[in-house]
């Protein structure tokens, strides 16, 4: 490897959330042996026909479209037990905070969420939420370690689309970095080991390659293809 330059030894990352999904492919299937046809289907989230596609990560944009769907359904669910446990534990959690809630509801705009994300009870709540998700994982039984497992690794598919979307580098690292587990644990030995060595060279980049450091920060590793597309412009 010495001596070779950066472009020779690394190729652009496209498409992060379709080498996801494929990374991922085991554990829908393990999921879809659950749900699939009795919560996808009957529900009108995809076709019938679209289920083995969408599972196993064939099918990009019902895909993401489908787990997003279902992970903001479950996190609902748990939401609600959320309050429940705090409110086991602490019978002034409510009160403390409700006033900022409602008065955040009432008006919501870029000025009042940015003042709630400094308030005290928003950084309050939200500690006390990962707590609990941790709960739910170590101590909720099987069931809430199994759904807890899935909320995982969509959200590391969030966080692959963002970054690709914001041009985000940092976050894209970030989500990167969180996925490597998940294909040692599915045994995807080639996206585990090119991943780690990925990973590894990208976060040595800024002192190896600053200009390229500098131009991915910028925004360089994400592309648009279509003019009319919202998405980040490069």
Known sequence: MEGRGFDERHNSQNGSVSYYLHVAQHHWKTFSRCWAKGLLIESGVIAEGSVVGVLEGLKYNRAVRCHKLLYEALLRLTWEGFLSWMQSKRNDFMEDSFDDYVQFTENICQETFTEMLSKPALQTTAESFWEY??????????????????????????????????????????????????????????????????????????????????????????????????????
């Not at 690794?153 to 998940?182: T, Y």
């Open 133 to 234: 998700l941790d709960h739910l994982r170590i101590s909720g039984g099987n069931l809430a370690s199994f759904w807890m497992t899935y909320i995982d690794i969509v959200q590391i598919m969030l966080d692959l689309l963002r970054p690709s979307r914001e041009g985000n580098w940092l976050l894209h690292l970030s989500a990167i970095h969180d996925m490597i587990p998940w294909c040692f644990s599915y045994d995807k030995q080639n996206y585990a080991r090119y991943l780690s060595y990925y990973y590894a060279e990208m976060t040595n980049l800024q002192e190896e390659h600053p200009e390229i450091h500098a131009y991915l920060s910028d925004g360089g590793f994400s592309v648009q293809l279509g003019s009319q597309n919202l998405l980040i412009r490069q």
